[in-house]
């Protein structure tokens, strides 16, 4: 038993400080105020602090922490993206999660589990082979496997999946999972321990911009001066954006995901379809989280569907027949704010000293990392981090689009 | 599941329908700037409000208009293109 | 123990049920639950808790003791308290290591001191031990198991119309349902249980049924109407958008529509905290009253009640009617209002101490049942010896649904419960779940609601009904009892107790949904609904705060778990098939997944494999003739004056001057510039086109040219008649030779030229005609009404046998127009691909007035080109493993490109392919570098297109 | 047997061997008789394949004025049909398309008058099936997400909805007591639905018949 533990029982007061200090009270001005205490907002302010020392650092966080899609995802870490600027932004991601269980001292149980994305028609086998190929040109795991392979795997899968079997796979052994909500306190502890504040509750109400540079924000508990301020706000990012007339291609959907009751494990690794609209792992606490397309019509709210999870179970019996006895106990959605081509928009904005973390779609959560310090990096810096650079919103300007889309049926 | 009310149809589970998105009325494409037309091509009105909107009931082909808060989902009227000219 | 026959039970005493619990055998009657089944037979303990292992029984008997959960053959966690008995069952407690009885996971209830709340975010994880560590964890975990054997169930789902559903069968639903039939209205009754009347049939106060609802039994009332349907064993599973119910009973999930909805849901009592209140023996005084009266079942023979309402005092009078020595009653209020059932327990002579808590329930020697309480009151403590607790404090309201349809809840002090402050339209609320308690007002309640429901849903009018204020509060604002060692059980599905809720508040998860996800409350099966509220208490006193101002968690479906097989259904997946489906299916077609069709890829010969297959079927065209069903292309017509003025609009060529009984090839772009369809245009009069789409594009492209249409308003009309026609493409040299036997049509090069259209008789048969080239040889679309599409194909397969026609399918006819250097939208193309990419320029015909797309396209055509499709070849002595599709290729270790397109043609004798390369690389003779999977590459030469037949010498006659 | 030309969309699924078949001049042949067992199939839930019938779609502005024109009274409302004296009906799907069934001889004349400005013809190539029997409302509720009971109240009602997945054409025909609902489907669907619709059926107690045994 690790002696962390032997802690707990030989102190009679529970031995654990409060991850988070509370702050009364505003400052007046904060060198850089981050709208969102999500994954990214805290991230950066975390990144911020690290690598920049940069401290006097406000999140403001209308809800509570993580309680947007950081903690509505479906967890899932991978970095097997179609483009070159998506693969090394990705795969620079799952670096760090590697470490962050250590680095944060909390555990994130970031579990490596292998990522199966099935093909059920020629074309996605196609695609497959494209995504693998760029993959391994940077280093990152990745192949295409035959039907057998997947098996071997998952032995327990329907191969034939109903009316779409599957012809193959793309296999990504790094693929992985994490505990969400607790990546968030990770990031918020550390971001509070080097001076961050971070101030729930807090709503912002409007951006003040004076001859296009940024000077404060108005909140729910009064104003902050400020020259730099991030927006990580997800969901969330276009009622920001209205405040300083920013246009964007973003649109919201809803996204919708669902879990069983707990059953004892039998899937290790995680397992997408594109053509089924599925994708799905079982948590550590053995329930199986299952996720599939976005909402068809944009909507901003978090409001469940009953066709989403007919669908959803219909489609989950044709791959595993099996699970006919299994029990959703619960949906939920989140609110996934949608690019054309299906990669984030990062980076700086018209407005001086106002920065975006944005486009998060349904990939956002396994960006978490490398968003916070690619983030920190161009605020504080004011020049976007170079694996930003595919991302900037200047590229719907110029009909540069990233590409993403090519490989993402379901994009998770 | 939501209730859209076709125009010819009537009242209808949402399923039967296909989304297209806001009408975004198109700038000239022989006077605008390259920078507009960009802005048309690509930006949306991405925050929450009442839209108009395209839809069409599949099983009829019916294409008409529908207003809608995007925040609440709440169609607050349907009507054909037409009858807005 | 089993009781004498209790009135009312619902048992079948007539019918012994046989079956096994953790291997051994019972009996129980027809009617009993898993869990009244196994405490008649006195058989101990039901289950395992999550994380310790802790022993325990029956806690609500209504649907969340989740700790009395059983795995029944294939069938993971089935709740034992609702679950009926059925003759043969197999039963055995979930996750327990070594049986019910002697669980060796029990030894984590002794180390709990070390595995405080959150624990395991505090250690595991040193990046090498963490594995390790999480297979431990993985072994520990979850409940259930799943059988791999379980067939895939597919169910009878259905939709249903309601004019006004209630949701309870208790007393204030079927008041509801009563007076919003009588009004006129269609109702639908759900409960969940196996017999309507909820509360009213098991709260008795120690009498049979009480006398007024002997004198007017609503559920008979409810039983008689005609405009009621009841239906028991089913319970509302969500509430979703426009009363939209999904409603659960047996193995029908039921999609109820309806125009209002009453809520009747109830309240779920709640349990006290105190230490060891989770041993076998204490319960909710609603489960003993449910085991006796409903079951027969004497849960215990010497209760304590512990009580702080009038319900409490009733559960104690009805246990005593049923044998139980009541030792005490034991009232957290130290003064109440003396009500009705107060008086009767005090008249009986049993002992009523106000102001008494229990300090701690102590187990039995074997730990696995309870032997008495340490109580105290008064400044005084003292030890009671029972077999039982009873806990009757109060109520949390079954708001679940009411949540989900966006009703704002407000905490009444004087209730001190969350009732609904503003209901939706069509939405209402009655009974406990409304904060009325006393039986008589949850009535009046309900025939409020019904009434006024009825009224929302068009019938009559809402009567006025005034329904009293309750006399005293039902529920203890604090029925927490802190204890230094702790085990005072908060969380029984996550094995929570109070300090825990002080550690997580003091590690900073102060908000209510932040501490939900830390301590994970209510995230088990239960989903909190036996300790959301103490969670919210107990957060509210740590941070001193009102439980209104600490709110609520959000409530998402499901009421209650639904099984897969319910939502899945019977899993519809509609299919396409062609007019000449059973005609592949005989010449033994490989078939291939095309959208929503099933299209032959190749067809199977017996002593050849499918490259030979596909290359026999490639070559039969070159040579003879072949013959391919194309009729999943997509097929519209355009009519009217403006006909060509659309197509001029949407397509990226010139149709306006196309000449009548001419054809044209046809490229769609989106506003962005982007190719996304291509198809062939074809002139059958000024004003009346008739044009092809892609296989995957034809639902949509239709669709969308409707809207366009409707919003340019020009004059003619789109139909779409993809599925009225059937379509073949007969190519080859010999295929004007087959042709000519079925057709009197003029077939030569001059009246028949390449690229026209004809309209003509084949094989006796109304058909158009189109000579396109797309696989290379000289050929003919022919399209022909649906109906008669397979006599086409007979009559051209018998004819073709003088010709040895062969029948292809989609692979041959890829290889065909590879060779061709044809492209196909979407595997030659991706999602930015626009037409300057793949060399469509030739088509572009950027100086008409407007199409979509164009203004786009001026942009992009200013800007210098980033990639180029070109067709490579392989040398002809290549014989190593050949590149694929997607390979990329390499320049000076960068990517460069990739592979679109490969086969090995059989014509050329070598590789050939397209590729997307960068600009500088599209040279033809351009030597590029593809690199294989294994990371070897293989050297190509960039060739001109097409690769076959470059000078389209095949459509013109021989000279 | 062989089978002249046309047939019906499924006419693959209607070749058991059991069938009795009906085949008229220039019509795909038709099932009478699809086993012994079809009386009791079609009391209980009994799928009909009505494919055969010849059939004409129009549709356009001038659909209207063109079809009056022909001497045909119309359906005044949009989304409602009105019966032929001679068995066949003539629906108004939205407001400007127009399907007219049974007739040869009408059907003929529709389809070879030629069209006139903003009139545009339609090949009907539909899968038609008949429903009836006491338990056709259950298949109607696993299939269907629209109360069905509001054609039965106005049988004149046409209603455009979508069932298994596939979008259909729906009237009811027949008697209050015993309602035949009549359905069209594109016909490259109509295995699917035919098979589906026979498949619940099956289960329900009844299944595919003839149209023999239709009340």
Same mark, same amino acid.
């Given at each position: 038993?690790?002696?962390?533990l ?20 505003l400052?007046?001005?904060?060198d850089?105020?981050?709208?969102g205490?999500?994954g ?17 650092v406000?999140?403001?966080?209308k ?31 799952v670096?760090?999660?590697?470490d ?17 994305t ?6 996605a ?23 057998d ?34 990546v ?101 606490r053995g ?5 599939a397309s976005?909402?068809?019509y ?18 989950m ?10 029990k ?15 990669a ?47 991302f ?9 689009l ?11 | ?14 399923? +039967?329908?296909?989304?297209?998105? +806001? ?37 009829s082909?019916?294409?008409f ?16 293109? +037409? +009858?807005?000219? | ?12 005493r007539?019918?012994?049920?046989s %079956? ?8 129980g ?33 209504a649907?969340?003791?989740?700790n ?14 609702v ?21 060796k ?48 169930i ?5 939709? /249903?119309f ?12 079927l ?17 969940e ?12 106060g ?35 958008a426009?009363?939209?119910?999904a409603?659960?009973g047996?193995?029908?999930?039921t999609?109820?529509?309806?125009k ?24 909710l ?23 702080a ?7 104690a009078?009805?246990l005593?009617?049923h044998g ?12 109440s ?8 327990v005090?008249a ?24 008495g ?5 008064? /400044? ?53 779940v ?14 409020r609601?019904?009434s ?14 005034t329904v ?20 005072? %059980? ?28 830390f ?17 919210l ?24 778990p639904?099984?897969?097989s ?16 059973a ?7 490989q ?7 099933q ?6 010969? #017996? ?8 290359r ?14 194309v ?20 397509y ?35 004003d ?5 789409? #892609?296989?995957?594009?034809?639902a949509t ?23 009225a026609f ?32 004809r ?17 290379g ?17 007979d ?6 046998k ?10 041959a ?9 044809h ?27 407007f ?6 396209l001026?942009?992009?055509g ?13 040398d ?23 592979? #679109? ?16 390369v ?6 033809t ?23 076959y ?11 | ?42 009391a ?35 989304n ?60 109607l509720?696993q ?22 997945g596939?979008?259909v054409?729906?009237?009811?025909a ?13 016909g ?8 589906t ?19």
């Open positions: 038993m690790p002696w962390r032997l802690r707990f029982a030989t102190t009679k007061k529970h031995p654990e400080p409060r991850m988070f200090t509370e702050h009364a009270e400052k007046p001005s904060y850089v105020v981050i709208i205490g999500g990214h907002g805290l991230a950066a302010a975390y990144y911020l602090g690290r690598d920049h020392g940069i401290t006097n406000a999140v403001l966080e809800g509570y922490i993580g309680g947007g899609n950081t903690g509505r995802n479906t967890t899932i870490i991978r970095s097997n993206y179609l483009t070159p600027e998506g693969v090394k932004f990705y795969d620079e991601s670096n760090l999660w590697q962050l269980s250590q680095e944060f001292d909390l555990n994130l149980f970031y579990a490596n589990r292998g990522h199966f099935l093909a059920h028609t020629d074309s086998l196609r695609t497959m082979r494209w995504r693998a190929e760029v993959n391994k040109h940077y280093g990152v795991d990745s192949e295409v496997v035959g039907p392979f997947v098996k071997r795997a998952a032995p327990m899968i329907n191969l034939s999946c109903g009316h779409a079997p599957i012809l193959g796979a793309l296999y990504h052994a790094p693929g992985s999972i994490a505990r969400h909500d607790a968030a306190w990770g990031y918020g502890r550390g971001a509070d321990m080097r001076g961050a504040e971070i101030h729930q509750q807090t709503e912002v109400l409007g951006i003040d911009v004076r001859g296009g540079k940024v000077c404060g924000v108005q909140t729910s508990r009064g104003y902050i001066a400020t020259d730099k301020v991030l927006c990580a706000v997800a969901g969330f990012t276009p009622r920001i954006l209205d405040m300083v007339d920013i246009k964007t291609p973003i649109t919201i959907h809803p996204l919708q995901a669902m879990v069983s009751e707990p059953l004892k494990p039998w899937l290790d690794p995680i397992l997408v379809s594109g053509s089924l609209h599925i994708y799905v792992s079982q948590s550590a329930e199986l989280v299952m996720g976005l909402d068809p944009e909507l901003h709210s978090t409001r469940s569907t009953l066709d989403f999870v007919e669908g959803l179970s219909a489609h019996l044709d791959m595993f027949p099996f699970l006919s006895h299994v959703v106990m619960r949906q939920w959605a989140g609110m996934a704010d949608m690019t054309p081509d299906f984030p928009i990062m980076g700086k904005t018209p407005i001086e000293g106002f920065y975006l973390d944005a486009g998060w779609g349904t990939w956002g959560f396994k960006a978490t990392p490398v968003c916070g310090k690619t983030m920190a990096h161009t605020i504080a810096t004011d020049t976007p981090h170079p694996l930003i650079n595919g900037s919103l200047d590229r719907f300007r110029n009909y540069s990233t590409g993403e889309k090519g490989a993402a049926s379901v994009g998770h | 599941m939501k209730i859209m009310t076709c125009p010819f149809n009537g009242p209808r589970p949402v399923s +039967e329908f296909f989304y297209w998105g +806001e009408i975004r009325p198109m700038p000239d494409p022989a006077t605008c700037s390259d920078e507009s037309w960009a802005d048309y091509i690509f930006n949306r009105n991405g925050a929450p409000g009442v839209k108009q909107e395209w839809w069409c009931h599949i099983a082909n019916t294409w208009i529908a207003e809608r808060n995007t925040e609440k989902d709440l169609v607050l009227r349907t009507y054909l293109f +037409e +009858e807005e000219l | 123990m089993r009781l004498p026959p209790v009135p009312g039970e619902w048992l079948d007539s019918v012994d049920v %079956f096994s619990f953790e291997g051994k055998t019972y009996r009657h027809a009617g009993d639950t898993i869990s009244s089944a196994l405490l008649a037979a006195d058989a101990g303990i039901l289950g395992r808790s999550f994380k310790y292992h802790r022993p325990r029984s029956v806690l609500s008997m649907n969340h003791d989740v009395a959960v059983c795995q029944w053959g294939d069938r993971p966690n089935v709740r034992a308290d679950t009926r008995l059925q003759a043969g069952m197999d039963l055995a407690a979930v996750n327990t290591f070594g049986g019910l009885k002697s669980d996971a029990s030894v984590l209830g002794s180390l709990s001191r070390f595995l405080p709340v959150g624990f395991y975010y505090k250690s595991f994880h040193t990046k090498r031990l963490f594995p390790m560590w999480e297979r431990l964890f993985r072994t520990l975990t979850g409940l259930g198991k799943v059988s791999f054997n379980t067939p895939h597919r169910t009878a789902k259905r939709y /249903g309601c004019d006004v559903l209630v949701i309870g069968a208790g007393p204030s639903g008041a509801a349902a009563l007076a919003a039939a009588e009004q006129g209205a269609e109702v639908v009754v759900v409960d249980n196996a017999r309507a009347g909820g509360s009213g049939g098991y709260v008795r120690g009498f049979g049924p009480q006398a007024e609802q002997l004198a007017d039994d609503p559920l008979t009332r409810v039983l008689a109407h005609p405009g009621v349907r009841l239906m028991t064993e089913t319970y509302a599973a969500g509430y979703y426009d009363h939209w119910v409603l659960v047996g193995d029908v999930l999609k109820m529509r309806t209002s909805v009453v809520v009747a849901s109830g309240a779920y009592e709640q349990p006290a905290v105190f230490r060891n209140n989770d041993l076998p023996g204490i319960m005084a609603s489960a003993a009253q449910r085991l006796i009266y409903r079951y027969a079942v004497r849960p215990m023979q010497q209760a304590v009640v512990l009580t309402n009038q319900d409490g005092y009733r559960a009078l009805d005593a009617a139980v020595e009541i030792v005490a009653v034991l009232d957290l209020r130290l003064s209002t003396a009500s009705e059932p107060e008086l009767a005090k009986r002579g049993i002992p009523v101490l106000p102001g008494h808590h229990i300090v701690e329930a102590l187990p039995g020697a074997n730990g696995k049942s309870v032997v309480a340490i109580v105290a009151g008064r /400044g005084k403590m003292r030890t009671l010896a029972c077999d039982g607790i009873l806990m009757s404090i109060g109520w949390a309201p079954a708001a679940n649904l009411l949540y989900q349809a966006g009703t704002r809840m407000r905490y009444e002090q004087s209730l001190e419960q969350f009732v609904p402050d503003t209901l939706p339209p069509g939405v209402f609320a009655c009974g406990r409304n904060g009325v308690h006393t039986l008589s007002a949850r009535r009046l309640d309900g025939q609601a019904g006024a429901a009825a009224a929302h849903a068009g019938f009559g009018d809402a009567r006025v009904i009293p204020a309750e006399m005293e509060c039902p529920t203890h604002p604090w029925p927490i009892v802190a204890h230094p060692k702790g085990k005072n %059980f908060v969380d029984f599905d996550e094995d929570l107790q109070l300090k825990d809720f002080e550690n997580a508040v003091q590690e900073g998860f102060d908000n209510i949904e932040l501490l939900k996800r301590s994970t409350v209510g995230m088990g099966p239960s989903q909190g609904k036996h300790s959301n509220m103490n969670a208490r107990i957060l509210a006193r740590l941070t001193g705060r009102e439980p209104q101002q600490v709110g609520t968690t959000t409530a998402r479906p499901f009421f209650h639904v099984p897969m319910l939502l899945g259904g019977r899993g519809f997946s509609p299919e396409r098939r062609t007019p000449l489906h005609r592949h299916e005989a010449l033994g077609a078939w291939m997944m095309a959208s929503v069709w299209r032959p890829e190749h067809y199977r010969l #017996t002593d050849k494999d499918r490259q030979q297959c596909i026999e079927e490639a070559m039969a065209v070159r040579q003879n003739v072949g013959l391919i069903d009729g999943t292309l997509g097929k519209l017509e355009v009519i009217g004056p403006q006909a060509a003025e659309l197509l001029e609009r949407v990226i060529s010139k149709y306006a001057n196309l000449k009548v009984g001419m054809t044209r090839y046809a490229v769609m772009c989106d506003e962005s510039g982007v190719v996304i369809d291509d198809g062939v245009v074809g002139r059958l009069a000024e009346h086109f008739y044009f092809t789409t #892609t296989t995957s594009g034809a492209i239709y669709r969308e040219l409707s809207r366009l249409n409707t919003m340019w308003r020009l004059d003619c009309g789109i139909v779409n008649h993809t599925g059937a379509a073949v493409n007969l190519a080859g040299p010999k295929s004007r030779a087959l042709l000519s036997r079925l057709t009197s049509l003029d077939l030569s090069a001059t009246a028949f030229p390449y690229l026209a259209l309209e003509g008789v084949v094989a006796g048969i109304p058909a158009r005609l189109m000579r396109v080239g797309f696989v040889e000289w050929g003919y679309e022919i399209h022909v009404p649906a109906n008669q599409g397979a006599t086409l194909w009559a051209l397969m018998a004819a073709g003088a010709f040895a026609l062969r029948p292809f399918g989609v692979e006819q890829r290889l065909l127009r590879l060779e061709k250097g492209i196909i939208i979407g595997q030659d193309t991706d999602g930015l691909t626009n037409p300057f990419d793949v060399g469509l320029e030739w088509a572009l015909k950027m100086d008409k007035p199409f979509v797309g164009q203004r786009s001026h942009v992009i200013r800007q210098p080109r980033k990639q180029k499709l070109v067709g490579f070849v392989l002809a002595q290549f014989n190593g493993s050949a590149p694929q599709e997607c390979h990329l290729v390499i320049d000076c270790g960068e990517i460069a490109g990739r592979v #679109t397109s490969i086969a090995w043609s059989p014509t050329l004798g070598c590789h050939i392919g397209l590729a997307f960068r600009p500088e690389l599209a040279e003779g351009t030597a590029i570098a593809i690199r294989l999977t294994d990371r070897s590459t293989v050297s190509a030469t960039v060739a001109r297109t097409p690769f037949d470059p000078d389209n010498l095949k459509q013109k006659e021989p000279a | 047997m062989k089978f002249p030309s046309p047939l019906s969309p499924i006419h693959d699924a209607l070749l058991t061997g059991a069938a009795v078949w009906n085949s008229a001049d220039s019509l795909p042949p038709s099932v009478s008789q699809f086993d012994a067992s079809d009386p009791q199939k079609a209980l839930l009994g799928v009909a394949d009505h494919s055969h019938l010849p059939r004409a779609g129009v549709k356009g502005p001038g659909a209207t004025g063109w079809l009056a024109e022909l001497g045909l009274s119309l359906p005044s409302r949009s409602s049909w009105l019966p032929f004296p001679d068995g066949g009906l003539i629906g108004r799907l939205g407001n400007t398309e127009y399907l007219i069934e049974g007739n040869a001889a009408r059907v003929a004349q529709i389809m070879q008058t030629p069209r006139a400005p903003g009139v545009y013809p339609v090949l009907r190539q539909d899968a038609v099936f008949a429903l009836c029997g006491s338990r056709v409302n259950e298949l509720l299939t269907c997400n629209v109360d069905f009971r509001c054609l039965v109240a106005d049988p004149t009602q046409l209603l455009l909805t979508s069932m298994a596939v979008s054409l729906v009237l009811v027949g008697n209050k007591i015993h309602p035949v609902y009549r359905l069209w489907c594109d490259t669907y109509g295995l699917y639905l035919w098979e619709l026979t498949g619940i059926a099956e289960e329900l107690g009844g299944g595919g018949i003839g149209l023999d045994a239709l009340p």
